[in-house]
């Protein structure tokens, strides 16, 4: 999964503090972008591991323990103790909360499904950036765009197959894995004029820590783990004490997170933001490497006809506002 990571959050942060990036640099932040998100397709395969072993609120717990010591050391590197300064603890939180939201979803999700089949539905997150940013940001979307939409959701029919018993509910996990990373995008657009990114990540891990401590505490002996759907018992699962095997797979999913997160800020810092946005679809072949490799996972022809037409969208998506950005540019014509 992206975490948290991904592309209108820094598209966002891009269009808001980007220099004019050079031939050069921009392929250094294509290339950074692309080995970020092959780490945190590593995150995935061990949320996956995990879905059959612990409880994913006391992985999420660790995993934010673990993140919080670089970016933290990081941020007070940059500036002291007044780098965590911030006058939007609030909007900090609420996009903490939709980022938790978004990572727990997903996690429960690949209890379940592959991750070929996972990552697609992940992948409608840029249509519902552009849906809410309607309501939320005032924007306005032609006809172009909506029917970009439509065409990812389509997609998105392919991928559920839905069935005459419905569909999957790891599916509609996956789905409001998306929606709850597009509602992040959007508070990230809104924070990133007054916040940087080292700074919205550490008040984002921070808010990891809090709520997937407080779900321990309701839900971590394990009396409400009484379903037999695996995304419910991932959830539910009683919390128990890490063996030294786990212990090593959640270090290294903590570091992963910060090495994934400075690498796609560096990326997104040096280049530029419409040479460097495509590329982060890079991660779902990777995602169907490591399900075969790890699990003989190959995706089915719907799968791989409704990927295409999620990714198509999304990238028309892309394009629309770089199209947006360039007419804004342009000098007004004297009369």
């Not at 660790?62 to 050391?73: D, F, I, N, Q, S």
């Not at 700074?199 to 002996?221: D, E, I, K, N």
């Not at 796609?264 to 072949?285: C, K, T």
Request: glycine letters at 10%; aromatic letters at 12%; proline letters at 5%.
């Amino acid at each position: 999964m992206v975490p948290v990571a991904a592309g209108p959050i820094r598209r966002a942060i891009t269009l808001s503090n980007h220099s004019v990036a050079t031939e050069d640099t921009t392929l250094k932040g294509i290339t950074l972008l692309v080995l970020g998100l092959a780490v945190f397709s590593l995150q995935d395969v061990i949320m996956k591991v995990f879905s059959s072993q612990m409880a994913v609120q006391e992985v999420i717990f660790l995993r934010g323990l673990v993140t919080l010591l670089p970016v933290g050391l990081g941020l007070y590197l940059t500036g002291g103790r007044r780098a965590f300064a911030t006058r939007r603890l609030g909007l900090s939180c609420l996009r903490g909360l939709a980022g938790f939201i978004c990572f727990s979803t997903f996690s429960m999700a690949l209890a379940v499904l592959p991750l070929a089949d996972a990552m697609p539905l992940y992948y409608t997150a840029p249509l519902f950036v552009v849906m809410f940013s309607i309501p939320l940001l005032g924007e306005t979307v032609g006809w172009r765009s909506w029917l970009a939409i439509c065409t990812g959701f389509i997609g998105v029919v392919f991928v559920a197959q839905p069935s005459a018993d419905g569909i999957e509910p790891a599916m509609i996990l996956a789905v409001i894995s998306a929606c709850a990373y597009s509602a992040q995008s959007l508070l990230a657009r809104i924070l990133a004029p007054t916040e940087s990114a080292l700074r919205m990540t550490f008040y984002s891990m921070l808010t990891f820590v809090a709520l997937s401590g407080a779900l321990g505490l309701v839900f971590g002996s394990g009396w409400t783990d009484r379903f037999d759907h695996p995304s419910a018992q991932y959830m539910f699962r009683a919390w128990s004490w890490p063996d030294l095997a786990q212990t090593g797979l959640i270090v290294a999913v903590g570091l992963i997170a910060a090495a994934g997160f400075y690498c796609i800020s560096q990326a997104y810092r040096l280049g530029e933001a419409s040479a460097v946005a495509p590329f982060e679809y890079s991660s779902l072949p990777v995602a169907v490497l490591w399900g075969w490799l790890f699990w003989g996972d190959i995706p089915g022809s719907q799968t791989l006809i409704g990927s295409t037409l999620i990714v198509g969208g999304g990238l028309f998506i892309l394009h629309r506002e770089v199209v947006k950005r360039r007419r804004s540019r342009r000098p007004a014509a004297v009369s």
